[in-house]
């Protein structure tokens, strides 16, 4: 799966199997899934263009590299891509944020949006859309088509942890976005929940479980 980045760094390993614990904490959980997304994020803008710049050290001039465009766009999807967008400031702190909002329909099991609200001017930006599980994938498919019809054209994906199904969604609605994951679970349940997977990212960040 050439589009699938899976991120085995031991450490985001050791903090995902932590997510998964049943004893983690609220404030635990959430620290470690911003901390997961900032993993997630290096390994997702390994390709992001430099510019050589010239500078001065403390011992005289010299040269180094700087990105050439260092104001990506961050799009939550809520409210458990909430969750990610802290890890990921912390990696770019100027950069743009945009939320949509989707929730899934218990019956249907398919999204529903509710809002929408991303910064202007952004055809021309690395997105990136922050989505904590990939089930079934229709909410990340819903959100990919709504910034691709905002005007994006380059955006990646990242998630802590994905079902093949939802892999499926994204490839074959998607085949144009890279996924990042710190994992590959084994499947979905009769209810559309990752097995084993980590519960409910939402109600596991704010403690509304």
Known sequence: MEQVVVVDHPLVLHKLAQCRSVETETWQFRGLVEDITAHLLYEAVRDIETKEI????????GKGKAISKPEPVFVAVLRAGLGMMPGALRVFP?????????YRDHDTQLPVQYY???????????????????????????????????????VKLLSLIAAPEGIKAITESHPDVKIYLASVDEKLNEKAYIVPGLGDAGDRLFGTA
């Open 94 to 102: 100027y950069a743009r944020a945009g939320h949509i909002g989707l």
């Open 54 to 61: 010239d500078l001065v050290t403390p011992v005289g001039p």
């Open 116 to 154: 929408n609200n991303l910064p202007p001017d952004i055809n021309d930006v690395d997105c990136f859309l922050l989505e904590p599980m990939l089930a079934t994938g229709g909410s990340a498919v819903h959100a990919l088509r709504l910034l691709k019809e905002a005007g994006v054209r380059k």
